[in-house]
């Protein structure tokens, strides 16, 4: 079942790219253990090989329970396709790998995950690709970042860690005006609270890692593209419309028209790169997805109550939460994920860095981890942890400060994680 616009997303998040197994008629998607995949004769894996056909040949490159994935993770975005990959920093290279080349870079938001800024401000560059960081609330300067080598424009649609919300449709306009691609990383907001595409971005990132696997079990990826960008309307974009030496001169975008970025990405990206998602890491994902609506629903509930129960307690200075009247993203949640605005912030606790590390400390159901998006609470302490490379001029501009610790709040009962927080902040500005 694919049919988006037929079905609400309850259904869709269910049902979306699964059908019964062909060969024994189960009703779950199995996980198909297999490395290859046996062709038919001779002329079938000609045709596979020359992209003529579509069909599984080898597991870096589909894999079946990895496929039914790929085509609900894009049916829940709203895309034309999906590719999914090893985890989110794997999907992130392979969004930017067919847009980029030595000397070319891409313009992205300060307010990032902590990895993500590390990977964008420093390893990148050994591909020569380069990173030009920007306030993206203030959007001339976002305008002024984008030169002749720009290919494409970064953010996340709620941003670590402070929970802080993009105006997806301002950066969208800006980068359509640039004729290059806006790629959101959807991860905090989960395609239940947020479709960036219905706000102008061309490619959508996850870290399936998060909320859309849900319980911490396994890491992934996933790039979904909208199919909606003209590849070809200048030359800015040559592995898309140029012809592909490794397929005999074939042009992707020619060929595959909405499909092209997908194709690319299974044909050269996951080929070459090999940033692969294994079956089994499917399934879990797959699970997840069942029930993603029902948890986003209850994540946004908890946060309201508890970043509400914090805002008025006088042993923390402030709260990040874009769902709080006082946030001045109040009003963007409404327009950019109505749904509310998921299950991260960030608040500062008054006694500053050793107040932060006290508390995580002290606290008994929260987890101390570097995650976010599972099922139960979760706490990290940015400067001392994710952003600790970082120096504090970029860590208060990342919105990691080191008075401020991130919460991700789970699904528990929002009482029992009130009264954890009630008492570690006593123990931790006694
Ligand atoms: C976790 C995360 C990533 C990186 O994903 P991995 O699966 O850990 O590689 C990227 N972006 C965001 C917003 C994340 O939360």
Known sequence: MTDGPKYGFDTLQIHAGARPDPATGARQTPIYQSTAFVFRDAEHAAALFN?????????????????VLQERIATLEGGAGAVCCSSGHAAQIMALFPLMAPGLNVVVSTRLYGGTITQFGQTIKRFGW???????????????????????????????????????????????????????????????????????????????????????????????????????????FPSLSQPEPAYHGLKFHETFGPLAFTFHGIAIGLRDLGMTMNPQAAHYTLMGTETLSLRMDRHVENAVKIAGWLEKDDRVDYVTYAGLKSSPYFDRVKKICPR???GLFTFA?????????????????????????DARSLIIHSASTT?????????????????????????????????DLDQALSKATS
Do not use: M
């Open 349 to 373: 606790v008054k006694g500053g860095y050793d107040a932060c590390v006290k508390l995580v400390n002290a606290l008994e159901i929260f987890s101390h981890v570097a995650n976010l998006g």
């Open 130 to 236: 380069e990173a030009t960081f920007v306030d993206f609330d203030d959007l001339d300067a976002v305008k002024a970042a984008i030169n002749d080598k720009t290919r494409a424009v970064f953010c996340e649609a709620i941003a670590n860690p402070g929970g802080y919300i993009t105006d997806l449709d301002a950066i969208s306009a800006i980068a359509d005006e640039a004729e290059i691609p806006l790629v959101v990383d959807n991860t905090s907001a989960t395609p239940y609270l947020c479709r960036p595409i219905e706000h102008g971005a061309t490619l959508v990132v996850h870290s399936t890692t998060k909320y859309l696997t849900g319980n911490g079990t396994v890491t992934g990826g996933c790039v979904v593209d909208s199919g909606t960008f003209d590849w070809s309307a200048n030359d800015k």
């Open 51 to 67: 992209l003529q056909e579509v069909g599984y040949i080898y597991s870096r490159l589909t894999n079946p329970t990895v496929a």
């Open 340 to 342: 509310g605005a998921g």
């Open 387 to 419: 952003h600790r490379q970082l120096t504090e001029e970029q860590q208060r501009a990342a919105g990691a400060a080191p008075e401020v610790v991130r919460v991700s709040i789970g699904i528990e009962d929002a009482d029992d994680l009130i009264a």
